[in-house]
């Protein structure tokens, strides 16, 4: 480890010990080392084709053979990622009671697996279902067996995953994929998510702001912050005089308003931090 390394390590460490209660948002990066890829390189760009769009995913079925048919192939690797060490120490963080509100990007659950509490998931959880005409949910796993069986061809296929539960796939044609409706009135289904192109919930962000209106200070963790659901924080955390720290490998998008920048590893950063911290051991995975 540099000298430079081991300065940002304590400069984070004096920065939690400053600001002891944190709004915490996480990305796909904190999620990476349990073998779910991120979206974006170090510079922000795409690492994979672009996942769907919105407005897309409902008006074409065309689109919707598309997403379940990379659904099918990207969702186990979603469903048997376990925690990893950034998630657990993050845990440990909060129950010693430096994190005020854990918001994240992620769809993956994997925070809650790890001890984490009361986490708002500004997009969603991707192990439910929802129909768009009647509102049913179901779980995402019971739809699994039903695309294998109704598309035993593409169960042959492998396809990089990402951190939607989406995945790479490019077929010179989605026409023969068959894909579930709603068991209850026949509807489209969708992942129980926020599609790029739609709106988090209100009441999800106005709940996240009231709670950075209450903490210390902002501390991001493996997010470029290039789409506006998390930038929005670091330019509300600006407006109320409240300082933002990233750990992020790579460029974030509000790198010009941080106080702190460390690229490093979130999970080999944070766990130095809990123990630079000294904080128990004891998030249990769940």
Known sequence: MSVTDRNMLADLHAFVRDHPRLLVLTGAGISTDSGIPGYRD?????QRTPPVQA????????????????????????ANAQPNAA???????????????LVTQNVDGLHQRAGSTGVIELHGHVGSVICLQCGTRRPRASLQAQLEADN?????????????????LELAS?????????????GVLKPDVVFFGESVPRERVDVSLQALDESDALLVIGSSLTVFSGYRFCLAAQKLGKPVAAINLGQTRADALLALKVDASCAATLTDLAGRLD???????Q
């Not at 170090?42 to 795409?46: L, S, V």
């Not at 035993?152 to 790479?168: I, M, Q, V, W």
């Open 42 to 46: 170090a510079q922000g760009n795409w």
């Open 55 to 78: 407005q897309d995913f409902f008006r074409s079925h065309a689109v919707r053979q598309r997403y379940w048919a990379r659904s099918m192939l990207g969702w186990p690797v979603l």
């Open 87 to 101: 998630h657990f120490a993050l845990a440990q963080l909060q129950a010693a009671g430096y994190v005020r509100q």
């Open 152 to 168: 035993p061809a593409l169960a042959e296929l492998r396809a990089l995953p990402a951190s939607d539960g989406d995945a790479h």
């Open 174 to 186: 989605f026409e023969a994929v068959r894909i579930p409706a709603c068991g209850h009135c026949g």
């Open 279 to 285: 904080l128990p051991a004891g998030a249990v995975a």
